[in-house]
């Protein structure tokens, strides 16, 4: 269909606009473009098109809530805005990549897209770092380091699928190379939590791929093989450590971080708690910052205006009522990232598979001691969530990098 290949080119575009932090009007025309074109062909359905992702259910209950809980917000404008941002938007560009990821080129156009983006962000970042610390097309620090949460399984699990699918040699180095300027890209961050998630993530990518190939493999060969990850798991986890204390050391060293242990999180963390005792099932109304003025006042900070955490921000936020929903929403994410790794004969959808698992769990480590899972992380998280959904479906296509 020649439209979802347009939308699968808007599709691509779309996910390289949300890597930058200056492209809010361009990522919104091409989110309503790429719904138009959507739109268009799920009303002509081709019986091969799936309409709308298998997690629509989970994501519309908490939308849902989220939009009830306008109602008791302490500020309706506010949360209302925010449900636009963080809710319509999201939707949208969880669809739209669903979707259009459906075309028979997108592969094609998606990863490629994607890889020349993801290149050119992070030349911006080792750029701004080294030479012009006052660039931020990044996104700084904070927002760059969760798009690089999100792209390094998409980047890992590629180059896992092209060595698998016997790509030329070009087309592998190319994908090694990415995964490499990701990691510096990350250290240019200066951010600690980003070496625990991308320890975590490839040490889960690596049992999950263990898992799925160990019924196929000989005894001595699983061995082996079990003896290599878990030698790589270690020299990771020695290496995160060593830049974990190099990158705080120098926040110390230039006062813009306190040692760890007086980290001011630790004050705010019981406050929060505190204020979700007075309204425990609902919250204050959905949107980050609904308490911004009483907590800088009693904290005294004022970048201590939302909760730090993904977990207590939800429940200031829409209670435990929309903490278990986004809860079976993440759940029904990753249940849909095991059945694709689980099946046995699709390279394809194994990888896609394990990289939706990865980046679920990236996304919740990077959001445990702040809460970035907003504006443009949010839209490449789900915009990549949705064409991981739809590649780990199936049927089976093959990808030509050569």
Not at 79 to 89: G, L, M
Request: proline share 4%; charged share 15%; hydrophobic share 55%.
């Amino acid at each position: 269909m020649r439209a979802l290949a347009g939308a699968a080119w808007i599709a691509a575009l779309f996910l390289d606009s949300v890597l930058f932090s200056h492209t809010v009007a361009l990522r919104l025309a091409l989110l309503f473009a790429g719904a138009a074109l959507v739109a268009g062909t799920v009303i002509r359905r081709s019986p091969s098109l799936r309409p709308v992702p298998p997690i629509w259910p989970a994501f519309a209950l908490w939308g849902t809530w989220a939009a009830f809980s306008i109602s008791w917000s302490l500020d309706a404008g506010r949360s209302a805005k925010e449900f636009q941002n963080e809710i319509v938007y999201a939707a949208l560009a969880l669809w739209v990549c669903y979707v259009a990821a459906q075309a028979r080129m997108a592969h094609r156009v998606i990863v490629r897209v994607v890889a020349l983006g993801s290149t050119a962000v992070c030349l911006v970042a080792v750029c701004a770092f080294f030479f012009r610390p006052s660039w931020d097309w990044h996104g700084g620090p904070g927002t760059h380091s969760s798009t690089l949460i999100t792209l390094m399984p998409c980047a890992a699990m590629t180059a896992w699928y092209a060595y698998r699918s016997k790509w030329s040699w070009r087309a592998q180095s190319l994908v090694w190379l990415l995964a490499a300027l990701l990691f510096l890209s990350a250290y240019t961050t200066l951010n600690r939590t980003i070496w625990i998630a991308y320890l975590s993530q490839i040490t889960l990518m690596g049992a999950l791929l263990a898992l799925r190939g160990r019924e196929r493999q000989p005894p001595a060969a699983l061995v082996r093989q079990r003896a290599a990850a878990l030698a790589i798991v270690i020299a990771m986890a020695v290496a995160a450590t060593a830049i974990v204390r190099h990158i705080q050391s120098q926040r110390e060293a230039s006062g813009s971080a306190p040692e760890i242990s007086r980290d001011a999180r630790w004050n705010l963390w019981p406050l929060i708690l505190e204020r979700v005792e007075n309204r425990p099932l609902t919250g204050f109304g959905f949107g980050r910052g609904l308490l911004r003025h009483p907590l800088t006042q009693e904290m005294n900070e004022g970048n201590l205006w939302h909760s730090h955490n993904l977990v207590l921000d939800e429940l200031v936020q829409t209670g435990l009522v929309g903490l278990l929903l986004l809860a079976g929403l993440l759940a029904a994410t990753l249940r849909e990232g095991w059945r694709s790794l689980r099946n046995p004969d699709d390279d394809l959808r194994a990888a896609c598979g394990v990289a939706l698992i990865a980046v679920v769990a990236g996304m919740l480590i990077r959001n445990m001691t702040d809460v970035l899972w907003v504006r443009q992380s949010a839209l490449l998280y789900w915009g990549i969530v949705g064409v991981l959904l739809a590649w780990g479906a199936g049927p089976k296509h093959e990808v030509d990098a050569s």
